[in-house]
């Protein structure tokens, strides 16, 4: 009882010290784990993999430093897949924050594949490849005014520049030709293009989002308005496995390499559960 | 250890310590990053608005090219600052009458369309929905479950009638499916806190003291 009693006086900045250490840990002696891929995760890739030569994917990157962990390994997988595939990609962001982070990212992607090309078809290359449509508020705008013309909504880049004369663009009128709309952010952003972009025009359309906003987006997902899931660092491992496994990407897995900490810091706020009760029912039971 | 030498890898590092430090308790420090983080935040959102809309989209037109019918957005903006005269304050109720207006216009066709219609389709009893489970037989077992649950947890917050009889046996049922959801979500959060403490760790780890690559 002794035992139990000092449990439940444990300072507070003890628990967060403990959870500190198995973070900690695994991260500096990392242990690789085996991912299980989900349907969610698995009808994403695929819906991504078999997107038309002549079509684009939309990314929309709404992330802000708060949600980056879980949502940034997201948008490198789904860009490498995408580079990979050479399928041509529009980014563009519906808030001010997520911006310098959507830039970030594509300039880290495109380094990457830049660096092994060896001509310029290998290449993945601005305007051509890929465009940072960049922002335009009020969200609403882009989401209903790019089933019309993209161009017009955003009349320039995030560079600067016009968007009717960049090569991609040429080919790109509206959400017709996009195949697939992917959103990755901590809030209900992906379910607001589902109520605007998809009702009105039917885009299909991807979600990434944090594991706070998970149970929320299920029910979107088995309805089919989501195409498909992807929900914190664990669906972002997800997509990095298949993604090594099917196209034989090898790149750097932030999030499977993250995976221990998290599986060893569950069970320890586990442990911590279980104490709680137990103390609380001996507590009670002595009243 | 490959300690960084970027100045702006540092300033991170400082910061993320210094909001840390609140574990332990309040202190300066903390106070300090939280008021650079709020106004790093407005500021940037304020220069954006200005050189990439207001600037561009209604100060060019207007006073550079003359569109002289970019003068009803540029008044209707305006009103928004008669707040702060008193006497002419009750003009304010016009830009925000507009707002919620077009976004109630806007929002409630598509809010029914996504949130209700299609949620209660998904909800009935179809193939279509027992294929959406990917679990083969289980779908249709997992579909009933959903349907039972929709019910029970919608007669739960039935409050026209006392609970008693079925009522009282459906609402039970439905708390079940509540608890069930909430467990749910609170396994999901603290995953989600601890992705962001592994963030954060990542980056001390990598970038800044080079432990980890």
Redesign the interface.
Known sequence: MRIIDTLLKVDRRIIYLILAVVVILPLLLPSPQKVRVMPPVEKLFWAVDTIHEEKVLIMDFDYEPQTQPELEPMGLAILRHAFKKRIKVLVLSLYVQPLGLAKSAQDRITDEYNREAKTNADSIIYGRDYVFLGWQPPPLVPMLGMGESITEVYKSDYYGNKTDTLPLMKKIKNYNDAELLISLSGSSIPVSWVAYAQNRFGIRIGAGCTAVSASDFYPYLQTGQFTGLIVGMKGAAEYEEMLEAKLNVHKKRKASESLPSITYAHLVMIAFIIIGNIGYFVQRRRR | MNLSTEPWIWIGAFLSLSIFSF??KDNPFYKFAEHVFVGV?NG??VT??WH??LV?ALFDPLFGQGKLLYIIPFVVGALYFTRFIPKVSWLVRIPIGISIGY?TG??IP??I???II??I??TVLTPE?FK???AGEMGIVWSII?FIGVLCTLSYFYFSKEQKGVLKVSSRIGIIFIMI?FG??FG?????R?????????FL?GPWLG???
């Open positions: 574990l332990y935040a940037y959102a954006f608005y990439r809309i561009p976004y806007a929002s598509a809010g369309q996504a949130n299609k949620q389709q998904g929905n959406a489970w990917h959903l959801g749910a979500a999901y959060t603290v995953m989600a601890i992705s962001l403490l592994i963030g954060r760790l990542q780890l432990v980890i690559r």
